[in-house]
């Protein structure tokens, strides 16, 4: 008897351990997983806000295809496109605003676990950071980090993450134009929160090259 | 136990970083913001602290063939409370050190100390073990962030300080003072090699100094034996 106590303690032990460990983390799962929630809800609308500012988006629908995860319409013209690229050390999760006429209005990441101090940069609401996302502003075509002849300046000792946000970027701007039609109310400009109802400006739905295109690099 | 000398041997002569030389893989790489280090130093404090408590507590009734198994089982559920309330209460703390807090978990210091200190001691004793560890690796923390920003960046405080609006921000989004223009600051200093440097300098300070109290003491020894 005492032998075959001898055999199964150490194995029923481990397993009280994590029964105690798992049921503590429950616990305090409970407490924290609305909260946690809540933020990255918040995060992510600040977000969308930030990138392209509309009272309200509605989900298209868009079927994720591993690069692209959701594409929001704005209700101003335009669209917020949800892009999950790799980095240097995991996922990188961003939003990215799209015009109507297919540019770039501004990126934001919302999550990503990148080398604090170099890829970080890249999402953190710093000066080095703001500077860095500002470049994307107005892109449009294929974005790219100047090293590949592109003119976005890549983060010094990140060059891996910066790519990886070109490449969101580009990946963004593609699958709108493959959406197309403009957004649901195409309006010449884009608004900053009100979207008055006198405006009735509709404009045919850009289906041409965009007017105000960069030269696309490649 | 005596706690003046437990103070000092955790925090200079017994150092966690500097001496034992274990856990450099996060120092290394969060090293670069004085909010980032601060951070990392209190995550480490609190967890190292709770593991010491929890380990010492059940030394007697663990199994010997098991006890790193369970010994990892404590130190991964107090990693992930520590992960949980940071991102549910400071969520840029949270983003800032990103992937290192869920590394904390094969932090060879936590594990470490586990294995060589709280298994063999009283509960009070690791308690205060994880305590003054966790002060001097904050410490060490705090000293590599101190030089690489300011050289690095040509800040002080980053995340932490803002020269502009409120003196101090809690969120990391202060820029830090700035000492001298970012033009001049020697950028290679944020990078990983720049830890390399940096710790290899600080590691040699401390032993220049250890080894100079070392012979004091000597001559003084034999000056009074004579």
């Known amino acids: 008897m005492s032998k075959t106590m001898e055999t199964f303690k150490p194995g029923l032990m481990l397993l009280l351990v994590a029964a105690v460990a798992a049921l503590v983390l429950g616990l305090v799962n409970l407490f924290t997983a609305g909260r946690i929630a809540a933020i990255a ?5 600040a977000a ?36 999950t690229e790799s980095g240097s050390q995991g996922l990188v999760t961003m939003m990215v605003g799209v015009s109507p006429d297919y540019a770039c209005t501004g990126i934001s990441i919302t999550e990503s676990s990148e080398t604090a101090g170099l890829g970080a940069i890249a999402g953190q609401p710093s000066e080095k950071g703001e500077a860095f996302r500002a470049q994307f502003v107005g892109q449009s075509g294929t974005v790219a980090v100047t090293k590949e002849g592109g003119s976005i300046d890549a983060i010094s000792g990140a060059t891996i993450t910066s790519k990886a946000v070109c490449r969101g970027v580009t990946a963004a701007l593609a699958a709108c134009r493959s959406l197309g039609g403009g957004a649901s109310v195409p309006t010449v400009t884009v608004l900053g929160g009100s979207d008055g109802p006198g405006e009735t400006a509709v404009t045919q739905p850009a289906s041409t090259g965009p007017a105000s295109a960069e030269p696309s690099m490649g | 136990m005596n706690r003046n000398k437990q103070f000092f041997e955790g925090v200079i002569s017994n150092n966690p970083v500097l001496v034992q030389q274990i856990g450099l893989c996060a120092t290394m790489a969060i090293s670069t913001t004085l909010f980032n280090g601060l951070g990392m130093g209190l995550s480490v404090l609190i967890i190292l602290t709770c593991c010491n408590v929890v380990v010492a507590a059940i030394r007697k009734i663990i199994p010997e063939q098991v006890r790193l198994a369970i010994f990892v089982v404590v130190i991964a559920g107090f990693v992930t409370i520590v992960d949980l309330l940071l991102q549910a209460f400071i969520p840029a703390l949270s983003s800032a050190l990103g992937v290192f807090i869920p590394l904390i978990v094969v932090n060879c210091i936590i594990i470490g100390r586990a294995e060589a200190f709280s298994s063999k001691n009283s509960v009070k004793d690791s308690f205060f073990d994880g305590v003054f560890q966790g002060v001097g690796y904050t410490l060490v923390l705090i000293c590599m962030c101190l030089f690489r920003e300011l050289l690095g960046s040509g800040t002080i405080g980053g995340g932490l300080l803002n020269g502009a609006k409120s003196f101090i921000t809690l969120d990391g989004t202060g820029a830090g003072l700035r000492i001298f223009p970012e033009t001049y600051a020697a950028g290679a200093l944020v990078l990983p090699f720049g830890g390399f ?13 250890l080894s100079k109290s070392a012979a004091k003491k000597a001559a003084k020894e034999k000056e009074e034996t004579t």
């Open chain 1, 41 to 45: 809800e918040e995060t992510m609308n």
């Open chain 1, 48 to 83: 969308m806000q930030a990138v392209l500012p509309a009272a309200s988006y509605t989900d298209t629908g868009f079927e994720s295809d591993g690069e692209i995860d959701a594409i929001y319409a704005s209700a101003n013209g335009g669209w917020v496109v949800q892009v």
């Open chain 2, 197 to 209: 440097l940096t710790l290899g300098l600080l590691m040699a300070l401390l032993q220049h100094i």
